[in-house]
């Protein structure tokens, strides 16, 4: 590193790393590659601050690399791009998903990474040559070309994934969860339906209680009120109290305790019913396909 300030950076960038790989192995556990990678930090780190023979043998090889300037252009472009790539693969980062801490051992790593390749026996005077190599190359254009592409991909990559998220899809993606946290919780009620708060009970009034998993809820609706049990209860009228008692993944099992459980007991229940509701009774017995099956009489 040309100073020690950045020499600093660079063991405390390896440091936080490694603590926050710590606290997610304590918490969740780590597969061999990764305890592997960040084993190999530490080494590499302790290895440049501590071994001469290595910060030289290591100077070299980027006095060789910087040497040709579009070259070590490049190689930082695929560094950043694999870099984040690989970030937005695995982790599918969105608009209110919080960061987890293996995430930020990720994040500390490459920045790791990219300060010694940036920085790591760097002069002033090997910028100068290498800017003045940079002007004169014709590779220029074509990498300016390029690092702008990348550039503009990357932004719109955060625009779409921070303001222009929709899907109706069902699974654990970065979408799906933007769809959760803005439509789905967020329009919970007291009781932590997605539905509207019931009223109180009163003579004459009807309760109807819609039970059911994501379809009833309205999974990738966005407004609450064009869900079918709230277009029931407009067309019923005044006389009548659609309460919506479902959550997504319900089957028949878990809706039947909760329905018992309701404050509010509805005079008619309208069962919301899909095909893998029932998956809870299937023994999923390969040598016999009609066993899962044996509880029709």
């Not at 790591?120 to 590779?139: E, I, N």
């Amino acid at each position: 590193m040309p100073n020690r300030f950045l020499t600093l950076i660079w063991g405390l960038l390896a440091a936080l790393a490694v603590f926050f790989g710590i606290r997610t192995y304590l918490d969740f556990g780590l597969s061999a590659p990764v305890i592997a990678a960040l084993v190999a930090l530490v080494l590499a780190t302790l290895a440049v601050l501590l071994v001469p023979a290595v910060r030289h043998l290591l100077a070299q090889l980027l006095d060789r690399l910087r040497a040709t300037p579009a070259l070590y252009w490049l190689v930082l472009l695929v560094y950043l791009v694999l870099w984040i790539s690989r970030w937005l693969v695995l982790y599918q980062p969105t608009a209110g998903w919080w960061i987890t801490p293996i995430e930020f051992a990720y994040f500390f790593t490459g920045l790791w990474g990219l300060l010694f390749l940036l920085a790591y026996g760097f002069s002033s005077a090997q910028a100068r040559t290498m800017a003045q190599k940079v002007g004169k190359s014709r590779l220029t254009g074509l990498l300016i070309t390029l690092t702008t592409i990348l550039v503009i991909f990357f932004l719109a990559e955060a625009y779409l994934r921070l303001f222009y998220i929709t899907t109706d899809g069902y699974g654990f993606t970065a979408m799906n969860y933007h769809w959760y946290k803005n439509y789905g919780w967020a329009q919970d009620n007291s009781l932590g339906y997605r539905d509207h708060e019931p009223r109180p009970d009163a003579p004459g009034l009807i309760r109807i209680a819609v039970v059911g998993d994501s379809f009833a809820m309205g999974h990738g609706i966005n407004n609450l009120d064009d869900t079918f049990a709230q277009i029931l209860e407009r067309r019923l009228g005044d006389c009548c109290d659609v309460d919506l008692l479902a959550e997504s993944g319900w089957d028949t099992d878990l809706e039947l305790p909760f329905l018992e459980q309701y404050p509010y007991p509805p005079n008619i229940v309208v069962l919301s019913y899909y095909l893998n509701d029932i998956d809870y009774l299937l023994t999923d017995t390969a040598q016999d396909p009609n066993a899962n099956f044996a509880f029709v009489k």
